[in-house]
DNA sequence: GATGAATGAGCGTTCATTCAT
DNA sequence: AATGAATGAACGCTCATTCAT
């Protein structure tokens, strides 16, 4: 039970430190050994806790698991509100799959092998599921408009969601490759090819977009 | 050693068949439960056989999953070969993304799936990566040529090395992604989704290229 | 298919060559791996067999151990006729132990081993222990008249039991030794040790033979 | 690293209580089934616990088995300890003896039965040979200078070793015979008789020893 | 809040035994 | 007689979860 305040008497309540310290330490394990290697002890071993803390501040494992979920979230966002600072149009775009892939001081790469991970997850597991979705619907709301900017077409475009369902996809293979086969991309190819594939999905839209407008005149 | 004596007489051996009908059944479980789910009495359940079965057609479950490896990568090949027929340069590149991606007769859904999964199980099991890697090798013997041929550079070229990595990449993605939000994924986009990308990909590799060149031609 | 004549119709039984082939591989097993390594299909592939033909030729595991014991019989009753050979009083008692325990052309590593083994199992298992017991009187109905021989006591005498117990105690012991910690015991000092041992005992039951004659005296 | 608070509060660890809880009815166990009967779940129920719980105090099921080898080396030295009080030369040898084997009191049948099946089972598993040796060699190191007291040879002469693995095997071999064929050993006649035999090896090295000496003493 | 024990279901695997061929 | 597949119980072990202290 999560007493949040007390009043006076009894410890001032820690739980959201403990709960932080907790998701770190999942964080770090899941980057060495994988969700299947996340047992409780050794979550609990990692951030230097007794065994019994994790259900004491967490009812189970699937709510861990969301609290990483909103964790990647957070850090995904700080990581792109630094780099898309003073930066519009297309800029803006590169920023933000930068944020996600680019070699750096900004890098996270236990945040990339947890997104991975996550990512897999979520096809099992409704409530890992749906954190695992808000984080990536969150990430839409930002992309959407910067692609939209970047092209000039309505953001609720087809063309503007499938781009960004593409560049959702590139991302999400990266960060599974970089995990697994690692030795097959070349430090700082990622976040190149990523611009290139950009590149390419704009002007194939464009292309789309004119064909469409094209055709919508001729119905006239 | 006496030679089993080899005489006929006897129950003829079936284990061919059984292994397949097992890996098929784990293809099954995996697809619908993932590998967590995938436990030896859940995928004998699936094939309908007895438990102990599984033992006796498989040392153990790694090979099994190799078994599944090799499956996948069986399926993928067929399925291109079928789509390449014909085809040349450019169309023989989009033949194969189609083959991975398209939807139609030949989409293989639970070949996808556990494609996904064995990409993040490849991360923390060396047998698992060993497998998965030989069929990403010999996925990438195919593809590269295909891009070498598109485009006219060198195979050998870090541009193609690049863009390959930035397909598989995109395909890996686009895997995770139908699995976990297939909702995002309006159908058909991701097969011309990652033309484009492909596209952008080989038009920034021919930028890389030109630059390349004319740098090597000033240093004369 | 090792087809030996086939008189006529069907073919020749070969039951006895089996089991005895299966035998003598279970005493390779044992020797080797233990009763705990023995399973069906590691004895039936020492036998270069297949698994099937134990549960063919036996009823079950049991019934090969009970023809272990037998074998175990025979071949000690073998060795024993060929050392007794023109011995009589002190020295057939003596030719009698060297038979279990002398190094020598005829001495069978394999035989004590398995003896150590069914020693053990023997104290949980009712049908096994039967057979070892059976061979444990059939050698002590051969060891008790050469104790008796020896010392002049009456074969059916509290002596004569004592002594033939401890030395069947002390070949057992020295069977589990030679094959658990083979280093403490150091060649040939076995023989000449039990030797000792008996003698110790002779001359232990003449001072309480002769202490029982002389209360018997006195009684009168 | 955190050290894990170290605060007071919290459950207090019982895991040496438990741990001999379980060797206790592990000794029950292997007395009663062998250690073939002494499977996990029978073990934690012959100690009215729950099956996870073995698991939980040891690491596995070896070092149960570890524990219990010094279970019963720790059980040994204090019946010998107690028996031997105030006696000295032969006395204390016979003492040693009776400790091992003789019926009264401080009998303990559970101790014997295991002791006879971890030397079977030493032959074939190194950690647990290991162990085994270890109190073999412990007490070893008593009885040398027992014999060695009781005879006047130098401790590390061959006399010596080969009557103590004499002794050894005496002892083991007895142990053996009382569980599988108890009723071939009349009450009390162990003991006795281990003295009797005890008698002959020190009376045999005598001979021995002399017949050394006098070689030496002509070789001059 | 915190600690570490307790619980029991489930996992991968082995195995004696049975059965179809 | 022989072969090798089939069966299901059991094993050692792990784990999320609960609970007493």
Tied chains: 1, 2, 3, 4.
Excluded at 140 to 146: D, M, N, S, T, W
Aim: glycine fraction near 8%; aromatic fraction near 4%; charge should be positive.
């Amino acid at each position: 039970m999560i007493k949040k305040s007390s009043g006076r008497r009894g410890r001032p309540p820690n739980t959201p430190e403990r709960r932080a310290q907790l998701v770190e330490a999942l964080m770090r394990v899941i980057a060495r050994d994988g969700w299947a290697g996340a047992g409780t002890r050794a979550i609990a071993a990692e951030a230097g806790l007794a065994p019994g803390l994790v259900h004491y501040h967490f009812r189970n494992k699937h709510e861990l698991l969301v609290a990483l979920a909103d964790e990647l979230s957070r850090r995904g966002s700080a990581r792109f509100a630094a780099r898309r600072a003073g930066t519009s149009g297309t800029a803006s775009l590169y920023a933000f799959l930068d944020a996600n892939l680019a070699r750096g001081e900004d890098e996270d790469t236990l945040a990339a092998a947890c997104w991975a991970e996550l990512g897999t997850l979520a096809a099992h597991d409704a409530p890992v599921r749906r954190a695992w979705r808000a984080v990536l619907d969150a990430r839409r709301a930002v992309l959407r408009p910067l692609v939209a900017e970047a092209t000039g077409w309505a953001a609720a475009s087809r063309q503007v969601t499938d781009a960004c369902a593409a560049l959702d996809a590139a991302m999400e293979g990266y960060f599974v490759l970089s995990r697994s086969a690692p030795d097959l991309l070349p430090a700082g190819s990622a976040a190149a090819s990523l611009r290139a594939m950009a590149a390419g999905l704009l002007a194939h839209g464009e292309d789309t977009h004119d064909r469409v407008v094209r055709r919508r005149a001729r119905r006239r």
